[in-house]
């Protein structure tokens, strides 16, 4: 398939959105990993983290392979093994053998990830390129949540393990596809050693990037997992409207990414529009937490933060390829990409207790923290934006 089409860039986002069940796929599950191997709720739990420990482990590592190994490579890879992990799940008869599996499975999620991520960038140029890296923020929390839809039937049910073996057989399915994908232009020069990709780390405007933005993934993805439970113990909502709630933030979010991309192509300053949707998100994200709001109210702050935050996730991606140093794009996405998965395997933890906490403003104070932190880097980079502190580092 041609690179740079529409269509090459749809596959890439099939890929990514497929892969990205490996995480959703156990949102739902907790309770009968818990049933059946007779452990407790917090310990079964890790049938969920033990993909975003194993992803957060190896986003560095997986960075620097892709940019050595290419990232059809990657990806083939990464859907045999994700693939035998998760039939794997489906035969284990205990808990430490469920986990095993489930890390091993997020070894071959994250290097889908970064491969389908890194084709992106590398097949991708000019406003297409923009447009495509601003929907992308949007691609796994889509595939999270059609895996959601699709295990909803089976939980509860004693042959819940199935779905291992169902994504499992999808997988190959997309195997079976990788030849389809475009392919990206020839790396020039030898292979980078490790330890200079990893020197992406100590570049200062990509320390400096992660550094701000790890504060807001770290509320947003530890909010997502607290809301529902917050919505219904603090504003009495019926679960039943939670996969509607759910539903529609995803809506929004990719609302928010095409959004974004409109305006980015069309010479918006993208300092700008993120430090709209930032403190947009802060505003709103205080509003639905604060005790005493109507739920309409709350409700409205949530579908408009979850269009700012899909604008502010959109800047991120999107910033990428211009803060990495040159030929190092897989391992500066794959240092942004390990500070998401951190993230997601402690954001809930912190907001769940600074919820349980007596009073708020530990988790208003937490979230003026989160939203202005990246407002001050989104300053501070617009007042001293220049062609050479965005040209590429040789390193």
């Not at 020197?199 to 550094?211: A, D, E, M, N, T």
Request: hydrophobic fraction near 55%.
């Amino acid at each position: 398939m041609a690179a740079g089409t529409w269509r090459s860039i749809a596959l890439i986002f099939f890929f990514a959105e497929l892969i990205a069940a490996c995480h959703g796929k156990s949102l739902v599950l907790v309770g009968d990993v818990s049933r059946t191997f007779h452990v407790d709720a917090p310990k079964a739990s890790w049938v969920i983290g033990a993909v975003a420990i194993a992803a957060a482990i190896g986003a560095p590592i997986g960075g620097w392979l892709i940019d050595r190994i290419g990232e059809l490579r990657a990806i083939r890879g990464g859907l045999v093994i994700a693939m035998a992990a998760s039939f794997a799940g489906y035969l284990a008869t205990s808990f430490p053998a469920l986990i095993a599996c489930r890390f091993v499975e997020g070894i071959g999620y994250i290097a889908v990830v970064l491969g389908a991520l890194t084709l992106l960038i590398r097949t991708t140029e000019g406003k297409r390129q923009t447009t495509a890296l601003a929907l992308w923020s949007v691609a796994s929390p889509m595939g999270g949540a059609l895996a959601i839809l699709s295990v909803s039937p089976f939980v509860g049910k004693a042959y819940w393990q199935i779905v291992f073996a169902l994504h499992s057989a999808l997988l190959l399915g997309a195997l079976a596809l990788t030849p389809l994908l475009p392919r990206p232009p020839e790396r020039e020069g030898p292979p980078v050693p490790i330890f200079r990709a990893l020197s992406v780390y100590g570049v200062p405007r990509v320390r400096l990037f992660l550094f701000a933005v790890v504060f807001v993934q770290i509320f947003k993805l530890g909010s997502g997992s607290v809301l529902p439970t917050f919505l219904m113990t603090r504003h009495g909502m019926p679960a039943i409207w939670m996969g509607g709630i759910s539903a529609a933030s995803i809506i929004l979010s990719v609302l928010g990414g095409t959004i974004a991309g409109l305006l980015f192509n069309r010479g918006a300053s993208p300092f700008g529009v993120a430090g709209v949707s930032a403190l947009i998100s802060g505003l709103m994200s205080a509003l639905i937490f604060t005790d005493g709001t109507p739920v309409a109210l709350v409700l409205g702050a949530l579908f408009l933060s979850a269009i700012s935050g899909g604008i502010m996730f959109a800047w991120i991606t999107s910033t990428i390829p211009r803060i990495a140093p040159e030929d190092h794009v897989g391992a500066t996405a794959g240092a942004v990409s390990q500070l998401l998965y951190l993230s997601m395997a402690i954001g809930p933890a912190i907001l769940f207790f600074l919820l349980s906490q007596p009073g708020q403003t530990p988790l208003l104070l937490f979230i003026a923290f989160s939203y202005g932190l990246p407002l001050l880097l989104i300053g501070w980079q617009s007042k001293n934006r220049n062609q050479e502190s965005l040209a590429p580092i040789r390193t």
